[in-house]
Nanobody, 120 residues
Framework: QVQLVESGGGLVQAGGSLRLSCATS????????MGWYRQAPGKQRELVAT???????NYADIVKGRFTISRDNAKNTVYLQMNSLKPEATAVYYC??????????????WGQGTQVTVSP
């Protein structure tokens, strides 16, 4: 129903920058929140940033001030600009789409992920 395709990952040195893209397709009109998550091997998936259909943004404390989430509605694309990258940011980054529903479980969709590796 909703398809998400991430791109923009790669290898970058500490202190560098990357911009991830999430192209969306399908029935995206019902989606309330878009977000980025990341997961390192052996660790749980964690929230990085979210943006609502109204433009409100939320960031994990560890990335606040360095990462910026944004949308381009004309292109149906969500971006994650990552600056001042640290080796601890190395992980697979996943795009997430969520349909929030009242008094019922939310619907979620995930992309396949894109690898980000930050070298010291």
């Amino acid at each position: 129903q909703v398809q998400l395709v991430e791109s923009g990952g790669g290898l970058v040195q500490a202190g560098g920058s990357l911009r991830l893209s999430c192209a969306t397709s399908g029935n995206i009109f019902s989606i309330n929140v878009m977000g980025w998550y990341r997961q390192a091997p052996g660790k749980q998936r964690e929230l990085v940033a979210t943006i609502t259909s109204g433009g409100s943004r939320n960031y994990a404390d560890i990335v606040k001030g360095r990462f910026t989430i944004s949308r381009d509605n004309a292109k149906n694309t969500v971006y994650l600009q990552m600056n001042s990258l640290k080796p601890e940011a190395t992980a697979v980054y996943y795009c997430n789409a969520r349909r929030k529903r009242i008094a019922i479980t939310d619907l979620e969709y995930w992309g396949q992920g894109t690898q980000v590796t930050v070298s010291p």
